[in-house]
């Protein structure tokens, strides 16, 4: 047994995080049918061109029988420690998400990552996000709208999900209330939201596991810039997924999961009574039928 099987009670692990990602990704996404349809000539593409870099890349370097065991270690506990959607999802999806929103026109999004947990809390359009009493972290007031790509106000839904002050998401680290820092805000058809939370900490993704030891075995770091997670729905509109950055932050141009641009950026102002405002809106492409 290796030191990541252990879960210490009451502590933040990555074997901990792994096995609550993996457990969501297994109810959530159901793979197996899509998968099972595919069709045998795309499978065999991709799967041909993706072996054939990796083999590439062995006789490039001259990868030793010794390297490829300590691949194969490796990749055995990246299982074990629950870690493929972490890996997945900070070195993969930005890729996946950018293919799958090139022919939009509304607004940028950018990944998913694997701490969403749909069936959040439902909230009116103007609320505070569920949080402990005295939650740490500077307020923040949040005000937006949401419209089509025509510039109509939309009815819609937006859902919230971030980390809290010490960098840790409900249901992915021990001791939080289930759906703390999670919402989903009901927007009516004045398109028009408020959303009161707390500014979350930059994050650094799980160091004590698999991805962690990729990261200090390489000299990379482990860090995303403080972020906040969103989906945005309306009827007959292509979801949203989305992240929002803070200006200033360290790592918005080093970020671990490449999930940063441009377009993502909030303007924060200090308001009279010292809180921080930001004023973000969102444009959905329409479903065309
Ligand atoms: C995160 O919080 C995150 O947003 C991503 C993409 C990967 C790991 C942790
Ligand atoms: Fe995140």
Known sequence: MTRSDVAIPGQATAAG????????FRTDKSPFTTVQNTAKQRVNLLACEVLDSVRA?????DVSYAEYNVLKAWLIQVGQDGEWPL??????????????TRHRHGSKGSIEGPYYVPGAPELAARATLPMRDGERGEPLVWEGALRSTDGRPLAGKLELWQADSDGYYSQFAPGIPEWNLR????????GEFAITTIHPAPYQIPTDGSCGKLISAAGWHAWRP????VKVSAPRHEVLTAQLYFPGDPHLNDDIASAVKPELMLNPTVQPDGSQKVVYDFTLDAIDD
């Open 17 to 24: 995080s792994g096995a609550s990602a993996t457990e969501r």
């Open 57 to 61: 890349t062995i006789r490039k370097h």
């Open 87 to 100: 890996f997945l999802d900070v070195w993969l999806e930005h890729v996946v998400e950018e293919v799958a």
């Open 183 to 190: 919402g989903s805000f009901s927007i009516g058809s004045d």
């Open 226 to 229: 403080a972020h906040l997670h």
